[in-house]
């Protein structure tokens, strides 16, 4: 094997070792802050604006949230029933949910973590918690999609 297929393998075969964290939520600089501190801590990280547009909306599987070890949902402040729908939908279908406080979302699914500050650390801890619990829930045949949103 040429030393180029070598790295290419050990690339591909890190990527499947990295965890997936989605994060659902409008741009801000504390989702920013929170993607770069994911993908230096070596996890795979995907942003999602949510909603208008959401597939979960239209009853649909939504494929980030099938994907992610972990789906965080960042703080809205809008209170539009599209949004807060759509947010309550992605927490219920996610294998491992954190919802970061202030949440519009009134019913917390079960097992979900509340978190109650936007500030990196806090969240970054409720991110490896919910990874921990997780860790018997492996992805089935994810690893091909997280390599192409990194």
Do not use: F, Y
Not at 30 to 54: K, M
Not at 99 to 118: D, M, N, R, Y
Not at 133 to 146: F, H, L, M, P, Q
């Amino acid at each position: 094997m040429s030393r180029a297929a070598a790295g290419t393998a050990d690339a591909a075969e890190s990527a499947r070792k990295r965890r997936l964290v989605l994060l659902v939520g409008p741009d801000s600089e504390g989702r920013r802050d929170l993607a770069r501190a994911l993908i230096e801590g070596g996890h795979s990280t995907v942003i999602c604006s949510g909603p208008p547009g959401c597939v979960l909306l239209r009853e649909d599987r939504c494929v980030l949230v099938d994907a992610a070890d972990v789906t965080v949902i960042m703080p809205s402040h809008s209170s539009r029933r599209e949004v807060t729908s759509a947010l309550a939908l992605c927490a219920r279908e996610a294998r491992n949910a954190v919802i970061v406080e202030p949440s519009l979302i009134e019913q917390t699914p079960p097992g979900a973590e509340i978190v109650p500050s936007a500030k990196t650390k806090v969240v970054l801890e409720a991110v490896e918690r919910a990874l921990e619990r997780g860790r018997g829930s492996a992805r089935k045949g994810v690893a091909d999609v997280a390599d192409i949103w990194l």
